[in-house]
């Protein structure tokens, strides 16, 4: 089965809001083996819309449409459809009823045009709103599924869950199962992963492998298809292991972990604490830390030492190093390191001093950074660093990379 | 002008991200005047990537692609495009240049594979990226324009903005002139601004007044039309002004104004100082503070006193009142503001504390929330708030309620 989502509203073409119905589908069908190759978007115009009805027909064999069914004049998928496909619109009872039930436990008025809602494709499956007034439906016609779909995506996205999602799969004949797991990098370039393990993503198609960069990390999306969701899951480990010899120690996560979720379950493991003195980065690191569910375990707390005031009053940091080395400097993040960890009284210490920009600072350039990473009873590190991109790029990556070096060494002492 | 927007990226169509990047750029092309008839998604395949430009080429005058400029074998869109016109590709100079030094300044190797992001097609205004590799282009052959951006959103966006607009418009032939104006709310919900205005919105048609509502926030954008760029702002300006008159105390900026942005700059004005005791916040308002170029001026730093103990050892808060009326309640907020000021030695303390969910703390509800505000010579104010929302939602509507308070103190000792 090849898919195309055609989603219907003047209100996407406007820019009012992102397409996130097809992103929510199109995952759907990726989990049901069912490849989507073309999204399209088409405004409240029934000419247009029937052009890309005609363009789906040809190169695709369900076409999903999401947008269109409500009450309005500009709501007019269905009616289209309708008049491509030759069919009749033809009143839902049941449909008719949970609207007029609607309107009641709401005590609103029902006014004549909200009936067109109940109106549906002669023969489709109704596919009932668990959340709202238009059904959805389901047809077949030569060879060709059409499924229509709400656009609110509160509406939209349980009716594909609970009626949609099954209708689909008992139309599928194959009983190909699909995996897919993400892995996720950090430490290493988008191509110089690719080049890593091209020969990897060149020779093989089950599991697929699909790299992914953004906001300084990459990932690698693994997808693979078997009869049996254990031997799909098994291909995986497979090319997991495969990938792993080769860029193994550049791999932080899998799926929806992020590198402060995983130093937050990594420092409660170990039953370990931080505190950060963050000038650079003005409190996002703890910010990031602090944003996850149970992270009051591990984070002690922090000092902000955006101002030289700070570093040397709160924090200790010799007027005399702020004066020759500077703040940004690697004699400047070990202490602020060392000193945050004994002021907070913290497992670990870790600074961040470095230039944001746009402007230089101390005459060192735009991307200077220095991460300081003090543990008790080892020898403090200082990371230095080269970073580009704006501000905000700098203090995320700055703040990603901390997390990383964090990890790296409780990874080291386990 | 009629525009067609296509992204390319298999990503998008397994539903990994949003097609975003259509939704910024039709809104672009709405104030420029330009109609989007159609967005299409497509992956990186040469063989469809060619359909869906032949259909673009029968419909629309403006294409637009984002994504599939990159290094690797996957990104084909100039390759795709090259072929389809019938142009070459060349090695834009220029490019290759920026290119190399991207390598040498973050002191990573340049790979083979990057020198391709430096093609650009033959006779093509080469789009300068000014914050990642691949070049955008935009030339105009048979009468229809393309422009081909790169796909992350950070590179895409500021490169539309900078100079593929300026391009668009100096092909724009027509002469009516489109002003808009996004004026931003704090305080009121989407509902009540609604009703407020209600008769201003539906009585004009020129400038039209459009409420969106996000992130605890309601904008209202006007867009006004005229032959005059002059009398197009003339035009904003009364609607504004009507719109004071009703709901003027919950406006806060215009357009790309953030709450933090405006804290900033009055801050500046008022040549003030600010320090934050962050306990629910974990150090985020200070983070959003300093993620503004030259926060430095006006933010002394901060405490992230995540842990009681952090809150009486570094920000004296008595451990009695710890112990009888909690971390979260109106005197400690009270201490901390206090405290966090006279300790970082700044004119405004600024404190947060409550609870981030999901468990209550102290027997006090999730939601519960101390807002702490001290002003050198003024009594200290404490706002007890009771927020809904997740984690996450609770604490960036708190921290946006401490700017909105600190403004509306600083507008009031003007």
Redesign the interface.
Known sequence: MNAEIIAVGSE?????????N?????????ELGIN????????D?AT?LE??VK?AQK?ANLIIFTGGLGPTKDDLTKETIAHLLQRELVMDQEALRSIEEYFKRTKRTMTENNKKQALVLQGAEVLKNDYGMAPGMALTIASITYMLLPGPPKEMRPMFIQYGRPFLMSKLERHERIESRVLRFFGI????L??EIADLIDQQSNPTI?????DGEVTL?LTAKHESSLEAKKLLDETEAAIARRVGQYVYGYDNDTLFSKLVERLKEQNKTVA?A?SL???????E???I?G??QI?????????N??KEQ?LSVPASVLATDGAVSEPCAKLLAEHVRS???ADIGISFTGV???DPLEGKPV?TVYVGISISGQETEVHAL????????I?TRTIKYGCFAILKKLTASL
């Open positions: 996407l073409l406007l820019g009012q809001i992102a397409n996130t097809a992103q929510f589908l199109s995952q759907q069908l990726a989507v190759y073309f999204h399209t978007v088409v405004g115009n247009r052009a890309a363009a190169r370039g988008e191509s110089q690719e080049t699909a790299p992914l960069a953004g999306r950060a963050e980065t003005g409190g996002r690191f703890t910010a830390l602090t944003a569910s992270a009051s984070v002690k707390g922090g000092v902000v030492c955006y101002t005031e700070i709160v002021f907070c009284k944001a920009g746009p991307g080269l970073l580009s991109g704006d501000r905000e790029t203090r």
